[in-house]
């Protein structure tokens, strides 16, 4: 079965700096997605960033990048410059690649970040 | 514009009554889904239908029921076997076969049975 860890339930950053969400997921699986989502307190679930298992260029957007480690199955979010708006909860999640078929994602439980002012 | 509505946003019932969650979306996915988040715990997979008059159950599907009579529309009803409805639901669809298989996620309904 797969699994997705995210080992820090809150963390706190300042406005402009730069902060990293952790994310582990174990699978046997090879083709694979891995996603972060963000979850302001509107609780709207909004797509921050995609990750394919494929590739080795780690993904950004903008001011979002990850650190894609597939053997070590890790999957870090990285946010610079961080702002005010970025205050939310964000989830990592996994979905195994069966070609358009049973496409389930597997969330982790969640980092509550705070951007202070 | 195009997008998933949910309704209502709160709903408020009574222990041992059925309720029934919509989700409308006009987006023409082919595939749905339901997720319950509760506090630490992440979202949890209730049902998901990739195509029209079919749907398998998720993680969690016991207590729930869905229809997927149309391709716009996935509504879920909370039954009265559900030991512990009150929660926040999320609807959620994609387009299969897309290459990008992000899902997009609707307002949500936060549900309270007393």
């Known amino acids: 079965a797969q699994t997705v860890t995210q080992s820090q339930p809150e963390m706190s950053v300042q406005e402009a700096e730069t902060v990293t969400l952790s994310c582990t997921y174990d699978?046997?699986?090879?083709?694979?997605?891995l996603f972060w989502y963000k979850q302001p307190p509107s609780r709207q679930m909004i797509l921050v960033i995609r990750?394919?298992?494929?590739?080795?260029q780690n993904a950004t957007e903008n001011r979002f990048s990850v650190n894609f480690q597939k053997a070590a199955k890790s999957f870090s979010l990285k946010i610079s410059d961080s702002q005010l708006g970025d205050t939310a909860m964000y989830f990592c999640a996994f979905m195994v690649n069966y070609g358009g078929a049973t496409n389930k994602l597997i969330f982790g439980t969640g980092t509550l970040l705070a951007v202070q002012p | 514009d195009g997008g998933i509505t949910q309704s209502p946003k709160y709903l408020f019932r009574k222990e041992g009554q059925n309720v029934t969650l919509s989700c409308e979306q006009n987006?023409?996915?082919?595939?749905m889904y339901w997720y319950r988040q509760d506090p630490g715990q992440g979202l949890r997979l209730i049902y998901y239908?990739?195509?029209?008059?079919?749907?398998q159950k998720g993680d969690i599907a016991e207590g729930y029921s869905v229809s997927r009579e149309k391709k716009e529309s996935f509504p879920l009803t909370v039954t009265s076997a559900q030991k512990n409805p009150t929660a926040f639901y999320l609807c959620?669809?994609?387009?299969?076969?897309?290459?990008?298989?992000?899902?997009?996620f609707g307002p949500g309904t936060r549900l309270t049975v007393t």
């Open positions: 987006l023409n996915h082919d595939a």
């Open positions: 239908s990739q195509i029209v008059n079919d749907f």
């Open positions: 959620a669809s994609t387009k299969t076969h897309s290459g990008s298989y992000e899902q997009y």
């Open positions: 990750q394919e298992a494929y590739k080795q």
């Open positions: 699978t046997s699986e090879n083709n694979y997605y």
